[in-house]
């Protein structure tokens, strides 16, 4: 491997992680999946930062590790284009930089992993289409608004049920990828809206919260519910999926291991991609 200020320092390669929030159970399974992989790799020491959805304190996170004189960055950015300088600060500096799910502006960066979001976002358009029966009204509840898989997951869907002019998106909340933050958009828009017939919550906790504000007002049997993650665990989209609370969750791999698995090509000095697209699936019951 290419030798590094980490490596000089502290005889392994230094990688730092910075992670957007670890509120997501989605994020905490990323986190977990880096964790195993670098068990691997004994010559790599990760060290991790949780920006706790704050774009200030993740800009504050990566020039610590700049100071730390890291090897390679990992990042996971929580919004794209109040980390785009930072990001590109340090790849001009000669640090390689994988940025991991959300995207940032420009392309500044060694390599980008993650699912294609768009695509997501019109597979579950195209789902919810057929649930309906090309009629319905929908309450879109969406993830952060300056992160892009909320921006493409949106643009998707609606690109997808553009075709059905009989399907209404009549409420747009924002939740910001939180449970608690859905079920009290969701108490808000059954408030508000007498006929819901299907949820497109931007992830399935937001899903899953949705689905629990109406099961408390007693009309989750009349709304069909599509999340995405697909995370499989007792709290995960899969097993809400088995239990009748989503009719749908779409996979959306974390890309953990293959963050890992990129940084040591890099730090070997092997050419990698610029881009690597995730493959995802629909999970019914």
Known sequence: MVAGCG?????????????????????????????????????????????????????????????????????????????????????????????????????????????????????????????????????????????????????????AIARYPDIKIIHDPVANWLREEAMTQMEAALAAHDDIDLVYAHNDPMAIGAYLAAKAKGRDSTIKFIGIDGLPGLDGGRQAVADGKLAATFVYPTGGKEAVEIAVKILQGDSVPHRITLESERIVR
């Open 7 to 159: 490596r000089e320092q502290h005889g392994k390669y230094l990688i730092g992680f910075s992670q957007a929030n670890l509120g997501e159970p989605w994020r905490v399974a990323m986190n977990a999946e880096v964790a195993e992989a670098a068990k691997a790799h004994p010559d790599l020491e990760i060290v991790y930062a949780d920006a706790q959805q704050d774009n200030a304190k993740q800009v504050a996170d990566v020039e610590n590790f700049l100071r730390q004189k890291i090897d390679l960055l990992i990042i996971s950015p929580n919004e794209a284009k109040p980390l785009t300088p930072v990001v590109r600060r340090a790849f001009e500096a000669k640090i390689p930089v994988v940025v991991l799910d959300r995207e940032i502006e420009g392309d500044t960066y060694t390599t980008f992993i993650g699912a294609d979001n768009r695509a997501i976002g019109r597979a579950a358009g195209e789902y919810a289409a057929t649930l309906l029966g090309g009629k319905g009204n929908v309450v879109e509840i969406k993830g952060l608004p300056g992160s892009t898989p909320a921006h493409d997951r949106s643009e998707g869907f609606r690109d």
